[in-house]
C-alpha cells in the first residue's frame, strides 16, 4: 500500500549579492540574484478546518528569513562568514531557521527548502527523498 500526504508550500523571494571565495570563475566575482525562496510541508492528516498547514505562517516565516538577506552582500553576513554564499548553503540557511522558527508540528512536517537563483537553476535542501521541482522556477 502506498502512503499519502498532502503538501502545502510557499514562497519569498529576496535580492542579494554574493561571490563564492572558493571557486574558480566568474561567480568569484561580486554579482546578484533575485532569488526564490520555496519551501515545503507535508502532513498525513487535514485539521478540523480541513486545512495541513495554514499557508500565511509558513509565508510569513519565509518572509522573515527573506528579509534579512534582502538587499545585502551575502558574504558580510554571520550567518556566511563561514559556510560559501551557494544558493545550496542558502537553501541550509533557510530549511534549518524554518525548523527554528516555526511551531513544532510544522517544523517536523518541512520537506525541503529550495532556493531558485534563476528561472532554470535551483538548489533544494532537506531529506533525499523530497521531491524535484519543476524544470522552470514558478513565476509570480
Known sequence: MTDFAYTVSAQAHYDA????RN???????LHGHRYVVEAALQ??????????????DLKMAL????????????NELP???DVETSAENQAK???????KRLPEPMAKGLLYA??????????????ASAPLPPPQRPTG
Open 17 to 20: 549579492a554574493h561571490f563564492l
Open 23 to 29: 571557486y574558480e570563475g566568474k561567480c568569484s566575482r
Open 43 to 56: 502532513a498525513a492528516e487535514l485539521d478540523d478546518s480541513g486545512i495541513a498547514f495554514d499557508f500565511i
Open 63 to 74: 518572509r522573515g528569513i527573506a528579509e534579512g538577506l534582502d538587499h545585502e552582500n551575502l
Open 79 to 81: 550567518q556566511f562568514q
Open 93 to 99: 540557511y533557510f530549511f534549518e531557521e524554518l525548523c
Open 114 to 127: 529550495r532556493i531558485w537563483e534563476s528561472p532554470t537553476q535551483w538548489a533544494q535542501y532537506g531529506p
